[in-house]
C-alpha cells in the first residue's frame, strides 16, 4: 500500500470512497479553495488507478516500496534495540 494525497470535489471524495483497497484517513481532511477537499489515503496501485478514473488528483507520499522499506529499516532498528538491552 502506497501513502497517497487526493484531492477533488465533495463528489469526487464520495465516489473514491468505495474503492477497494482505499483506505482515507478521515481525520486528515482538509476543505481547500472553490469546494475541493484534500484528504489522505492507504491505496495499492490498483486503487491509485481507479481514483484518478473517478477524477481525483493523486499525489504518491510515499510508495509501496517505500513504505515496505521502511518498515523493514524500522523494524530491523527495534530488533536491534531489544538485542542491545538482552531481551531477545
Known amino acids: 500500500m502506497s501513502l497517497v494525497q487526493i484531492e ?6 464520495r465516489a473514491v470512497q468505495d474503492i ?3 483506505h482515507l484517513v ?3 481532511l482538509e476543505a481547500r479553495t ?6 489522505a489515503a492507504y491505496a495499492s496501485d490498483q486503487a491509485v488507478d481507479a ?3 473517478q477524477g481525483a488528483e493523486v499525489t504518491v507520499l ?3 516500496e517505500g513504505a515496505a522499506e521502511h518498515h523493514a529499516r524500522v523494524s ?3 530488533g536491534r ?6 531481551e531477545v
Open 51 to 53: 481514483a484518478v478514473a
Open 62 to 64: 510515499l510508495s509501496s
Open 76 to 78: 530491523a532498528e527495534i
Open 8 to 13: 477533488g470535489s465533495e463528489d469526487v471524495l
Open 26 to 28: 478521515r481525520s486528515s
Open 81 to 86: 534495540g531489544y538485542a542491545e538491552r538482552g
Open 34 to 39: 472553490d469546494y475541493r477537499y484534500k484528504v
Open 20 to 22: 477497494p483497497e482505499l
